[in-house]
């Protein structure tokens, strides 16, 4: 009974401080009926009322009212679920002066539930608790997917103002990726901004800062524009899908959704955006594929190639140099390196001079160690260590292949 008077007092709680102005108040009763047997918990707050015609969607799963700014729709339908799985009920009123109450009555006596339904020591003490049941009533398990389980070296940011479901996307994304999370929008975009994540999952309704508004910061950031986003809403119709795409998406995802299709959209994401890279960095011919995939990183890139041929024989070429050389600090210059390539700058630096290498050899004008030394590796036999490595094939047999052809 404690935990789900905490759980519900503190979904209230936090639907209050979503639509409360600054300067608000919000007040909070607990009120014991022991003729009726029963615990009122009242949750008032001065802010937004509900209009009559809405009235009957405050309850609904993942139902956005059109009055809100903030908010997945799913905090007050995971209250009622939660409030009558212990017998008892929650209804509202609109004050007198502004805003709404919301009072949930709970049973105090035992005698109302069965033999299962009472939680015995051990279930308490099971990491699986009543919480955990609900979310899974609202978004499909994992469990038992036959999914491809990518490296888990990716890192992958969750942004989503319930905790409930922003614990239970944590837990199931878990299985397959590094999850961090973060709970209001303001703090989501100085977390994709700090950690250069893989992928962001982000919610369209948070506080803070909206998740479209995320997306086109995110969009808009030299730091992050190679991030990709996935956003999350019950804003399901056309117009709103539209408006994610256009705010720069990569995929749309309406709830409810499965977990499933969730992590396939991920993990398909993920995938393609590797296929890129490997091809690039496995094909000789030089620079035939584009990585980027909008015009500031195509630039980027344009500047690092650049960089890197005018010091292709400089052997004593750092990544400060390089860093310097772009006007970017060591750290940003990293991430945006890493981000956008999928190598630090080190290995991006030995690609590029790898596969300017294979250009050099394909003229069929020099011989291996004068391609080494070209490219600015002075260790022949290395040079020809690592150019196999990349290409799975000898740069001696590479040039022969030239001079047959």
């Known amino acids: 009974m404690i935990t789900s008077w905490i759980r519900c007092s503190y ?15 919000i007040t909070v009763r607990a009120l014991i009926d022991e003729n009726a047997g029963q615990l009122q918990i009242q949750v008032s707050d001065s802010g937004i009322a509900i209009p009559e015609s809405k009235r009957e969607q405050v309850f609904q799963r993942f139902t956005q009212l059109s009055f809100s700014p903030t908010g997945t729709g799913i905090g007050l339908s995971l209250t009622k679920e939660l409030a009558e799985l212990h017998h008892g009920s929650i209804s509202f009123r609109n004050n007198a002066g502004a805003g709404v109450t919301f009072i949930i009555t709970l049973p105090l006596s035992r005698d109302l539930y069965t033999a299962d339904e009472l939680a015995t020591p051990e279930a308490l003490n099971n990491t ?23 490296s888990s070296r990716y890192r992958i940011l969750v942004i989503e103002d319930n905790p409930d479901i922003c614990d239970y996307l944590a837990e199931q994304l878990g299985h397959y990726f590094h999850v961090h999370t973060a709970n209001n929008g303001r703090d989501g975009l100085a ?5 250069a994540p893989d992928l962001v999952v982000c919610d369209v309704m948070l506080p803070e800062l909206n998740g479209l508004d995320i ?13 990709p986003v996935v956003l999350l809403t019950a804003l399901s119709s056309g117009e709103h899908q539209l408006q994610g ?10 709830k409810p959704f499965s977990t499933r299709f969730l992590l396939t959209n991920i993990i398909r994401i993920i995938e393609q955006r590797e296929k890129i890279r490997k091809r690039f960095s ?16 195509r630039k980027f890139l344009d500047r690092l190639h650049f960089i890197i041929e005018k010091n292709l024989d400089n052997t004593q070429f750092s990544v400060d140099d390089f860093a310097a050389a772009v006007k970017l600090g060591r750290t940003l210059f990293y991430k945006k390196v890493k981000g956008l390539t999928g190598y630090s700058p080190n290995e991006y630096i030995r690609l590029v001079r790898l596969k300017q290498a294979a250009t050099l050899l394909n003229t069929g004008d020099y ?11 002075n260790d022949p036999f290395y040079f020809s260590k690592c150019f196999k490595a990349q290409f799975g094939i000898p740069p001696s047999a590479y040039l022969k292949r030239v001079k047959a052809g």
């Open 245 to 254: 795409i256009d705010a720069g998406a990569d995929a749309y995802i309406p």
């Open 11 to 25: 979904n209230l709680l936090s639907n209050a401080h979503k639509f409360t102005p600054a300067n608000g108040s």
């Open 282 to 297: 496995n094909d000789p011919g030089f620079f035939e594929v584009n990585i980027a995939e909008n015009e500031a990183d």
């Open 367 to 377: 011989t291996v160690s004068e391609v080494a030394y070209k490219v600015g590796m």
């Open 128 to 150: 699986t608790t009543i919480t955990s049941v609900l979310q899974a009533a609202y978004i499909a398990d994992a469990e038992g997917m036959n999914i491809p389980e990518p």
């Open 215 to 227: 997306t086109r910061r995110i969009r808009a950031e030299f730091q992050t524009c190679h991030i």
């Open 191 to 195: 977390q994709a901004i700090e950690l």
